[in-house]
Antibody, heavy 116, light 111 residues
């Protein structure tokens, strides 16, 4: 069974940084592209970034380029998202999602709150 | 404003059939598969339909998906109270360097 557990969220001041992690288990992590998708409180889903299985291809939402960096460690079945220069509008639940031919499989999410 | 357009709300009574539309463009729905996700209150999204009209194992056949041109739709027949949730369509968009796009979501209320 696919199991994805995000961590690293919390309360951070505007301008601060955070590194989110996603621990994967139950599948061959190194064989799948992975994504980060976020959801602001009471709002819809917003795709943030994708990384291919070998990190050869990386994509970002245009509006977020420059502040977000996705990476992965296949040896340790982990996905990461570095977020810099955090803004109030980055407040959201951040989901880690495996990209399969059958669609995305999601973790339970980690809440990032940006507030002074 | 989302790249894929969905109605913000839909409703039906138990046993009814409801459909949720999703409108896009040639660079996303027109050229790529459509996925539908269900998000129950307080939960993470779950895939309901993949590759336009395929159901993962465990998803009841009351749920069906279709696609025509640059639009797609999700149909739910035999509506049940537990179907009350938010529904999102999604597709890969080939424009620029490529990115996933989601609809704004449709809140389904079972009356």
């Amino acid at each position: 069974e696919v199991h994805l557990v995000e961590s690293g969220g919390g309360l951070v001041k505007p301008g601060g940084s955070l590194r989110l992690s996603c621990a994967a288990s139950g599948f061959s992590f190194s064989s799948y592209a992975m994504n980060w998708v976020r959801q602001a409180p009471g709002k819809g889903l917003e795709w943030v970034s994708s990384i291919s299985s070998t990190s050869s291809f990386i994509f970002y939402a245009d509006s977020l380029k420059g502040r977000f960096t996705i990476s992965r460690d296949n040896a340790n079945n982990s996905l990461f998202l570095q977020i810099n220069s955090l803004r109030a509008e980055d407040t959201a639940v951040y989901y880690c999602a495996r990209e399969a031919t059958t669609g995305m499989d999601w973790g339970q999410g980690t809440l990032v709150t940006v507030s002074s | 404003q989302s790249v894929l357009t969905q109605p913000p709300s839909a409703s039906g009574t138990p046993g009814q059939r409801v459909t949720i539309s999703c409108s896009g463009s040639s660079s996303n729905i027109g050229d790529n598969y459509v996925y539908w996700y269900q998000q129950l209150p307080g939960m993470a999204p779950k895939v309901l339909i993949y590759r336009n009209n395929q159901r993962p194992s465990g998803v009841p056949d009351r749920f069906s998906g279709s696609k025509s041109g640059t639009s797609a739709s999700l149909a739910i027949s035999g509506l049940r109270s537990e179907d009350e949730a938010d529904y999102y369509c999604a597709a890969w968009d080939d424009s620029l360097s490529g990115f996933w796009v989601f609809g704004g979501g449709t809140k389904l209320t079972v009356l």
